[in-house]
C-alpha cells in the first residue's frame, strides 16, 4: 500500500466550476502538506502548501488538511481553462523537502 | 533566470548501455534531489544531497549513482540501462531542504531505454 494515494483522475469540470482534489495518506508522522501544480512537458511548481491541521486560502486556491482523518484536499473556485493541469499532493515529516512523498497526481482538465 | 536546468531532455539507450544525466542550479541552494516519474506512481525520490560532498540515497536508488562536487551540479548517473529504467526524469533544488523548503523542478529529462 503507497502511503500517499491519489487519484489519477482524469477529471473534466466546465469552466467556472469548482474542483475538488484530495489525497489520503497512512502515515501519521507527516506534518508538511504541499500541491504542486504541473503543466503538461513542464517541472512541478508549488502551488500551496499548510501545516498540521486546518484551512489556507490563497485567491481561487483553498487547502484543507485532517490530520484525524489522515485527508487533504485542493479547492479550486472558478475554475479557468489555464488551471488545466495535473496536481499532485505532496507531503514530508520533519525532514520536509529532503524527504517529500507524493501521490500519484490528478490530472485536470477544465473546459471552456 | 536559469533556475533549474537538466541535460538532455530526450536520450534513447540501448540496454546495457551507460549515461549521465546533467543537472545544474543557479540559486545556490544546498539541497538537491533526482525523481523519476512514472504513470501510476508518481514522482518517487532516486538519490539526493544536502551539500557538496554528501549525498545519501531515495526511495529507489537501484542502478543510479550519484556524486555531488559543487553546489550547483548533481548529476544522476545511469550504470547499465534496463528498460525498467524508461521514464521521466526531474532534478530538484531547495534552499535549505527542511519544513517548507520549496522544490524548485527542472524541465524533465526524458529517457527511453530498448
Not at chain 2, 551540479?73 to 526531474?90: E, G, I, M, N
Amino acid at each position: 500500500q503507497k502511503e500517499v494515494e491519489q487519484d489519477p483522475g482524469p477529471l473534466s469540470v466546465p469552466e467556472g466550476a469548482i474542483v475538488s482534489l484530495n489525497c489520503t495518506y497512512s502515515n501519521s508522522a507527516f506534518q508538511y502538506f504541499m500541491w504542486y501544480r504541473q503543466y503538461s512537458r513542464k517541472g512541478p511548481e508549488l502551488l500551496m502548501y499548510t501545516y498540521s491541521s486546518g484551512n489556507k486560502e490563497d485567491g481561487r486556491f483553498t487547502a484543507q488538511v485532517d490530520k484525524s482523518s489522515k485527508y487533504i484536499s485542493l479547492f479550486i473556485r472558478d475554475s479557468q481553462p489555464s488551471d488545466s493541469a495535473t496536481y499532485l499532493c505532496a507531503m514530508s515529516g520533519l525532514q520536509g523537502a529532503q524527504k517529500l512523498v507524493f501521490g500519484q497526481g490528478t490530472r485536470l482538465t477544465i473546459n471552456p | 533566470n536559469a533556475g533549474v536546468t537538466q541535460t538532455p531532455k530526450f536520450q534513447v539507450l540501448k540496454t546495457g548501455q551507460s549515461m549521465t544525466l546533467q543537472c545544474a542550479q543557479d540559486m545556490n541552494h544546498e539541497y538537491m534531489s533526482w525523481y523519476r516519474q512514472d504513470p501510476g506512481m508518481g514522482l518517487r525520490l532516486i538519490h539526493y544531497s544536502v551539500g557538496a560532498g554528501i549525498t545519501d540515497q531515495g526511495e529507489v536508488p537501484n542502478g543510479y549513482n550519484v556524486s555531488r562536487s559543487t553546489t550547483e551540479d548533481f548529476p544522476l548517473r545511469l550504470l547499465s540501462a534496463a528498460p525498467s529504467q524508461t521514464s521521466v526524469y526531474f532534478c530538484a533544488s531547495s534552499y535549505s531542504g527542511g519544513p517548507y523548503g520549496e522544490l524548485f523542478f527542472g524541465e524533465g529529462s526524458r529517457l527511453t531505454v530498448l
